[in-house]
């Protein structure tokens, strides 16, 4: 009960903020510079030319697509356990914050519900977080120069660049953080109060910005109330993950997702990042050191509030057991927008502007090499979008990953769920024309839910394999579910349409 109230209200939540934000963008009208719109223009035109739409994150990119998808018919959050793109038989709440496909919907309801619309609206909010960018920094620093360098380095900087096509939440966050600091030095309270908190409503984390808005004197009381309104239902949010934090924790094999334990580890990598000149801009990281010590040596209030948006996540980074930016660059998003500002009101010369440019450039120019399980998970996500090309509409998929085949068009359910009962799943089988069995990367991961739900199906039904492939020491398999034992000529008359000559290799 508790958790379809939650389901209910955060989109609702959501949506009144978007409302807000609305407003305190349109109180900003006169300070525009339209000089942004060009720079935007710009960071679109260059995704497009350059970037290919993949996926950058996969299963959490595909889970945003279909919460999205579902919220253009009901304003409820939630993901499809069982169903297909046009129903929902069965769903659960997901525990992520409903920011970002609430925002997601929107666009599936103007240009149509597919993975083509979530990518080009993806490179659009890149776009439009250099240009917010640009305008924060010119309030903030002295030249226009200035303010360009900044956007230019934000939308260089390769860890950006690299996600600027991801539908996931890292730059739907960076730019709805960008916008509540610009009214926050503008002494915009609308602005401020639904900037920080749709920031907080796409990634959690970001909570740690609102403060900035009961600290501030240029915001009014109302809106420093507003603020803490808006924001009531992500702190709802923490206190029921906190709840429940010893489950997930135990389902990702960890005894706390949070602890002192990884600040050693998480502190050295993230140093380690930021001075890695193939990895980041290191001048900006130099920079923001010599800002820091200069503030240091004689204190002023020159940019404290991007101080406190650069420490207060990097503390919160610190502290969470995959927060090493080496392990998980697109962390550090959130803190590139405030670094370059800080970094860009240093280059007074053009020495400097040249310096800060050329070390953007350098690791622009860098060769990174993906890690095996991202190539196997690469790999899995094309299988399956061609799986679910060739099969026919009226067909279920048994997987892990049910979402990925509910997003292309397919009737899935969630192998998880379906182990749970067996009866169930026979009745979706007498149903359904042909019922099929992804056994993806994740099912080889030993003790997780996909592992254990591989087991049972292997162990419950009798299984036709289709096609399988090896990827980086993980298999990847798809399979015919079978509910009663078919002779030689029944399996081969009874062929997959895309199936390989060769590929009929008995049960399993």
Not at 44 to 55: C, D, V
Not at 365 to 377: D, G, Q, V
């Amino acid at each position: 009960m508790f958790l379809r109230i939650l389901s209910l209200a955060g989109p609702l939540w959501v949506y009144a903020t978007i409302a807000v934000l609305i407003y305190g963008i349109v109180l900003e009208r006169n300070r525009f510079d339209w000089f942004a719109l060009a720079l935007g223009a710009v960071a679109l035109l260059t995704t497009a030319l350059f970037l290919s739409s993949t996926h950058r994150l996969f299963l959490d990119e595909d889970i945003y697509i279909n919460v999205a998808s579902n919220l253009t018919r009901a304003p409820v959050n939630q993901l499809t356990v069982m169903g297909g793109p046009n129903e929902i038989q069965v769903s659960t709440y997901n525990k992520e914050p409903v920011g970002w496909p609430v925002l997601l919907s929107f666009a599936f309801l103007i240009a149509g519900r597919s993975e083509t619309v979530a990518f080009w609206f993806a490179r659009l909010l890149f776009a439009l977080a250099v240009a917010a960018l640009y305008q924060l920094a010119r309030e903030l620093l002295q030249t226009r120069g200035q303010a360009l360098l900044a956007a230019i380095l934000f939308g260089a900087t390769p860890v950006c660049v690299w996600y600027s096509v991801s539908t996931g939440t890292d730059m739907p966050s960076a730019l709805m953080g960008i916008l509540g600091m610009w009214g926050l030095v503008t002494g915009n309270g609308p602005l401020a109060a639904a900037g920080f908190a749709f920031a907080a409503q796409t990634r959690l984390e970001l909570l740690v910005l609102i403060p900035l808005v009961w600290l501030s004197p240029k915001i009014s009381p109302q809106w420093k109330i507003g603020a803490a309104a808006l924001a009531l239902f992500e702190i709802v949010h923490v206190v029921w993950l906190m709840s429940v934090a010893p489950v997930l924790a135990r389902a990702a094999e960890l005894s706390a997702a949070f602890g002192l334990r990884y600040v050693r580890r998480n502190l050295f990598d993230n140093l380690k990042y930021f001075f890695d000149p193939f990895g980041f801009p290191i001048l900006v990281s130099v920079f923001v050191a010599v800002f820091l010590w200069k503030k240091v040596r004689r204190p002023v209030a020159e940019g404290d509030a991007l101080i406190v948006w650069i420490f207060g996540l990097f503390a919160v980074y610190l502290c969470f057991f995959a927060g090493s930016f080496d392990m998980n660059p697109r962390y550090s998003i959130q803190m590139v927008a405030p670094m370059t500002i800080l970094a860009a009101s240093l280059a007074n010369r053009p020495v400097w502007i040249g310096a800060l440019l050329l070390s953007a450039i350098v690791p622009a120019t860098h060769r990174y090499e993906t890690t095996p399980y991202f190539k196997a998970l690469e790999t899995d996500h094309r299988l399956s979008t061609q799986f679910a090309s060739q099969i026919n509409p009226d067909d279920l998929i048994v997987s892990g990953a049910q979402e990925v085949f509910i997003n292309h068009g397919r009737s899935a359910i969630s192998a998880p769920f379906a182990s749970t009962g067996k009866i169930r799943l026979e009745d979706e089988i007498r149903k359904h024309g042909k019922v099929w069995y992804h056994a993806g990367v994740r099912a080889n991961i030993p003790n997780s839910e996909e592992w254990r739900a591989d087991r049972w199906v292997k162990s419950n039904f009798r299984l036709r394999l289709i096609d399988s492939h090896e990827v980086g020491g993980y298999s990847i398999a798809f399979y015919e579910i079978l509910l009663k034992r078919v002779d030689r000529e029944a399996r081969q008359a009874s062929t997959f349409p895309g199936q390989r000559g060769g590929c009929d290799r008995g049960l399993v």
